[in-house]
């Protein structure tokens, strides 16, 4: 595999990471707002967490963290391959400059 294709493969992940930053936002911005609703609520002793979503939403942030440390790991990787494909592409041109300079 080629450096354009770990570039955009690395970009890909990028990208994944930021939508995943969004969804993480919007949920964390939903248990401000339940939070908050319950902070005003007058009836607190008999609100369960179920009344107010957030069993599902707890869940929700469970999903969204672990789809998130995935990602970061895959990146993590991609940049490892990109580095290494990069050393290597070095290696490989400076050989042949090498080669060129030793045949003048």
């Known amino acids: 595999m080629d450096n354009e294709t770990f570039i955009l ?3 890909g992940m990028i990208s994944v990471l930021d939508t995943l930053r969004q969804s993480l936002s919007a949920e964390i911005q939903k248990l401000d707002e339940t939070a908050k609703r319950l902070e005003d609520s ?3 002793g008999s609100a369960s967490a179920f009344d107010f979503g957030l069993e599902d ?3 929700a942030m469970k999903r969204v963290k672990k ?3 995935k990602a970061s790991r895959e990146v993590k990787r991609l940049s490892k391959d990109l580095e290494a494909a990069q050393s290597k592409k070095i290696a490989e ?3 042949s400059l ?3 300079i030793e045949d003048q």
């Open 9 to 11: 493969q690395v970009r």
């Open 42 to 44: 007058s009836h607190l």
């Open 57 to 59: 939403q707890s869940a």
């Open 67 to 69: 789809e998130i440390s």
């Open 93 to 95: 041109q400076s050989g």
């Open 98 to 100: 090498t080669d060129k």
